[in-house]
């Protein structure tokens, strides 16, 4: 409470005008605070525990309040937000160029507390605790998918060493190996056998976690209005509809279709100088696991898609006969992803395939 006892003895001797903006270093226990004047000159620092952090802010006046994306910037940022503040998450590769000097954590601060002010700034939105607990659902699941293909890998590997070899893909790995181990006249020995058997059913256990983490997805799935309208658009599911809504939210931060392509990653990265376009392939910024979804879902079209039927056939079909197959997969990602935008930032509006437009 000593920080904060400071903190309120020079309020007094030294009122911190309202339009304030305070920077916030994030750590475990440890927050370093930086505030600056309408003109951006330093007029206090200082560093807080978690509980006295929440105690200052609720009587500090109301002000824009920036800070780092990390662990715990959602929490902080809701907590800020419901006291009143204007609490805003900057990335942190945009807070570095502010740095000045040698890295401490009330430079840091510092830099936080400038780049929030800028009025060209980017910003994480802050995301609803449905959102959170939505978002721990998919890396759950994508934990878990990575776990049985290293489990697999490595029954697979085992298996080779004995002159064993199995066909790719999850039914042909269950197919094979049961055979191998059931067939008694093969090189396997008892001891790689009794591992095979031991791996069977760390893999038996993390396939049902995956069933189990797939079904709760699906139940929101069922329950969520937005998640009901983007499963309409062709190639997005309910994993992939649920992991957009997870992550973009309502995607009313995006001004424009572009924008969301743009921020998964999706559209052209750039070099350009002298007057000179460079496009190069797509950047790959923002959240891979969404943007490996979508593209899954692009290439699910690619091959199964009713293209009389949808508005987007005809234009697919031209692209594929002019471009490689993997661009056209791509491409199309990036456009679904754009009707994702309409729909997410329309109410009521779902995906016609006839006529390729949006319906409330």
Not at 113 to 120: F, G, I, L, M, S
Not at 161 to 173: K, N, Q, S
Not at 273 to 278: A, C, E, N, R, V
């Amino acid at each position: 409470m000593a920080a904060l006892n400071t903190w309120r003895e020079r309020m007094r001797t030294k009122p911190i005008p309202e339009t304030a903006t305070f920077g916030i270093d994030i750590g475990k226990k440890v927050f370093h605070v930086v505030a600056l004047n309408a003109v951006g000159a330093v007029i206090q620092r200082a560093k807080f525990s978690r509980d006295t952090l929440m105690a200052f802010f609720d009587t500090a006046p109301r002000a824009l309040i920036g800070m780092e994306a990390c662990p715990g910037s959602q929490w902080l940022a809701r907590r800020l937000a419901a006291m009143g503040h204007d609490a805003r998450i900057i990335p942190a590769r945009f807070v570095k160029p502010y740095v000045k000097s040698n890295k401490t954590d009330t430079v840091d601060a510092a830099a936080i507390a400038e780049a929030v002010t800028r009025p060209t700034m980017r910003f994480v939105e802050v995301r609803t605790p449905d959102q959170i607990d939505l978002q721990a659902l998919h890396r759950i699941r994508d934990r878990l998918v990575g776990q049985r293909t290293a489990l697999m890998n490595q029954a697979r590997a085992f298996c080779i060493e004995y002159g064993l070899a199995m066909r790719v893909g999850a039914g042909g790995f269950h197919a094979d190996i049961r055979r191998h181990l059931a067939h008694a006249e093969n090189d396997l020995t008892p001891t790689m056998r009794m591992l095979l058997e031991e791996l069977l059913g760390d893999l038996a256990y993390i396939e049902g976690r995956i069933k189990s983490v797939n079904g709760k997805v699906e139940a929101y799935a069922s329950q969520h209005e937005a998640v009901g309208r983007l499963v309409t658009i062709p190639g997005i599911g309910a994993l992939g509809a649920t992991a957009l809504v997870a992550a973009a939210g309502d995607g009313r931060q995006f001004r424009k279709a572009r924008d969301l392509a743009a921020w998964l990653g999706l559209v052209p990265a750039e070099h350009s100088t002298g007057g000179k376009q460079t496009l190069m392939g797509i950047s790959k910024r923002g959240n891979r696991y969404v943007r490996r979804l979508i593209i899954h879902g692009a290439r699910s079209c690619l091959l199964h898609l009713n293209r009389a039927n949808h508005a987007i056939g005809r234009w697919l079909s031209e692209l594929e006969a002019r471009t490689h197959r993997n661009k056209a997969v791509v491409a199309l990602a990036n456009k679904l992803t754009r009707i994702v935008w309409a729909i997410l930032t329309k109410p009521g509006t779902v995906y016609l395939p006839s006529k390729g437009t949006t319906s409330t």
